[in-house]
Nanobody, 121 residues
Framework: QVQLVESGGGLVQAGGSLRLSCAAS????????MGWFRQAPGKQRELVAT???????NYLDSVKGRFTISRDDAKNTVYLQMNSLKPEDTAVYYC???????????????WGQGTQVTVSS
């Protein structure tokens, strides 16, 4: 029932910016932490940034100072503002959310389908 839909990916030149959005939908949805992962060709999927329900943030070392994660609980949406983009940021970016849905007493991990971010040099 829970779905995460990403948007905002695309092609950008090095030094440019992109803003990714991920909207969660579902019945009686209550979201704990949300985050962004990415996976480049030939590489493992890595955690880029997370934000807790209390607003605590964590970032991959290589994106600190360039990326900012935020959330709008009223819209069940998480954002990733990406500035000063580098070619090595090129990857498919996946939204993730830990959430309760319906009357479930246990939280579950949910994933979006991914959005392509390509940074040209």
């Amino acid at each position: 029932q829970v779905q995460l839909v990403e948007s905002g990916g695309g092609l950008v030149q090095a030094g440019g910016s992109l803003r990714l959005s991920c909207a969660a939908s579902g019945s009686m949805l209550s979201i704990n932490a949300m985050g962004w992962f990415r996976q480049a060709p030939g590489k493992q999927r890595e955690l880029v940034a997370t934000i807790s329900s209390g607003g605590w943030r964590n970032y991959l070392d290589s994106v600190k100072g360039r990326f900012t994660i935020s959330r709008d609980d009223a819209k069940n949406t998480v954002y990733l503002q990406m500035n000063s983009l580098k070619p090595e940021d090129t990857a498919v970016y996946y939204c993730n959310a830990n959430a309760y849905s319906g009357r479930s007493v246990y939280s579950t991990e949910y994933w979006g389908q991914g959005t392509q971010v390509t940074v040209s040099s």
